[in-house]
Every structure is written in structure tokens, then in C-alpha cells.
């Protein structure tokens, strides 16, 4: 059992909006792994950074990031920072994973007064959005098989985009970059003996 497309990108990308559109198009589930670990926690995710730190969030996620892998047929939706576990990372090879696109000016915008992203609160959110694009986009690109700009089309194009994109499996190959094939580097861990997705 695999999902049918895995959805990573920056807050505000639209990654849970699109999500629940695309697994209606789809006519699947929609499985959200934020929601998830909320859920199974009984904490917010900023409840969760506050209490016990980011090192220990992430740990939780990519147990249920591979959970949700590995059990849900439908459309999974990563929390933005996932890619920087190598877990995470290594577990992605070989999915559908569509990475929406945003500029970090629209992104700011889009997530003006969340209380829910804890990277982002406090003074200066605009220099530690640019912060977190500088950070992650390399990361999204090399586990992408499909990349799609949400920055200036609302969500049914995006969906249609993707529909399209699905339908006629055409993607890019998996953990693109300046690097010996099949090898890349995420989340800080060099990755090799990956297949490259062309499905």
C-alpha cells in the first residue's frame, strides 16, 4: 500500500487546503500528519515545540510520517519541516511526492498571525520565512518527482495541475541535484541506493 501522492512545501503553500482537494478529485482519503500527531499526542504542534523542543517533534513525525506511508492509499500531507529528518527523506524514495511551490513574499502574507507555526512566531516572521525557503527548498526539490508554483493560482488550477500531472505520470526523477546518481544529500544525510521514481 503506498499513497497516491504525498503533498510537501513551506507553510502557506497550500498543502492542507490542496490536499483535501485532491483526494476528492482522486476520490481518496485525505490524511493530514500534523492532524495526526496532534491527535495521537493530545498537544498542539506548538504545544509540543514549547514543551519538548523540535528535536523531539521531529521524532514523533517521522514516526508517523513512515506510519502513514506505509498504511494510507490516499493523499498525505507532510507538516513543512519534515524533510529535514534523513528518515523522513529515506522514507519518501520511491512515492509520488509533489512539492508546492511558494515565494516567500506570498508565503509571509498567507501566513500572517498563525499561532499554529512555532518556527515562525515572534518578531521578524518575514526574515525567518526567507530563513526556512533558504533552508528547505533544496530539500523539497530533491525529494519532488512533481513541483507545482502555488504562488499565483488558486487552488482548483493547482489540482487540475496535478490531476493532469498524475494521469499522465509524467514526473521528474526523484532527489534531484549536483550529485552522483541516485545519491542526495537531506535533511543533512547523504542518501544512496535509492531507485529514482518515474512512475
Known sequence: MAPKAV??????????????????ALGVSFLDTDAVIEQQTGHSIADIFAADGEEEFRRIEEGVVRAALAEHDGVVSLGSGAVTSPGVCAALAG??????EINAEEGVRRTGGSAAR?????????????????????????????????????PGAVVRY???RLQAKLVTPAFRGNRKRGEAECGGASLSKFNRVTK
Open 7 to 24: 503533498l510537501v512545501g513551506l507553510p502557506g503553500s497550500g498543502k492542507s487546503t490542496i490536499g483535501r482537494r485532491l483526494s476528492k
Open 95 to 100: 512515492h509520488t511526492v509533489i512539492y508546492l
Open 118 to 154: 512555532p518556527l515562525l512566531t515572534g518578531p521578524d516572521r518575514a526574515e525567518k520565512f526567507r530563513a526556512l525557503t533558504v533552508k528547505r527548498t533544496p530539500l523539497y526539490r530533491r525529494v519532488a518527482t512533481i513541483r507545482v508554483d502555488t504562488t499565483s493560482r488558486n
Open 162 to 164: 496535478i490531476v493532469a
